[in-house]
């Protein structure tokens, strides 16, 4: 098996491959599969202690944004200086994540469950708060046409979290088993 160090770091390397191979299309596509970033870094804090994790995370993801921009084509529509309020909103996920590390049974499906759906829902709103604040390109509408237009948003935002979560809760739950299953034999 694996040493606790040699987990980290594989575990740092499957999430930050993550950020790198998704964070290029938000919601996803017929070609593209929807940006993991929120769950890449929610599991991140409940694997991993260091706050350098963190940073380096918001490195790849920095880094995957500009080269979206610059290289893929990719539109730079929500590109304000409320883009700098995602350091703040994805620090809050980490944390979340973080918090349930530090509970009894982080793992347990309710409290997992829970967790994430909350960090993501905060998320959402800190990021579009962000962007509606900062943002040139909002200026004419008030605070409730701008919720009611990013309101549409919020289920694809929480489901593609949801799902990379579920996919990330299993296999934890198995790689956890067969450890089991080897030290008993």
């Known amino acids: 098996m694996f040493s606790t160090k040699q987990n980290s770091i594989l575990i740092s390397l499957v999430l930050i491959a993550l950020i790198l191979l998704t964070r290029t299309n938000h919601f996803g596509s017929s070609v593209f599969l929807p940006d993991a970033t929120l769950a890449a870094l929610f599991f991140g804090g409940l694997m991993m202690k260091n706050i350098r994790w963190f940073a380096l995370a918001m490195v790849a993801a920095v880094g995957m944004d500009f080269y979206a921009l610059g290289f893929a084509g990719v539109s730079d529509y929500c590109m304000s200086l409320g883009y ?78 949801v799902v990379y979560l579920g996919l990330a809760w299993l296999a934890y739950g198995a790689i956890k088993s067969l450890s089991y299953k080897k030290q008993a034999a």
């Open 84 to 161: 700098w309020g995602l350091i703040p909103t994805y620090a809050v996920v980490w944390g979340a994540g973080r918090w349930l590390a530090k509970q009894q049974k982080p793992f347990a499906l309710s409290n997992y469950i829970a967790t994430a759906w909350v960090a993501t829902s905060v998320a959402f709103v800190m990021s579009n708060a962000f962007w509606y604040v900062f943002s040139d390109k909002v200026n004419t509408l008030s605070v409730v046409e701008f919720s009611q237009r990013v309101a549409k948003y919020y289920t694809p935002y929480l489901s593609h979290t």
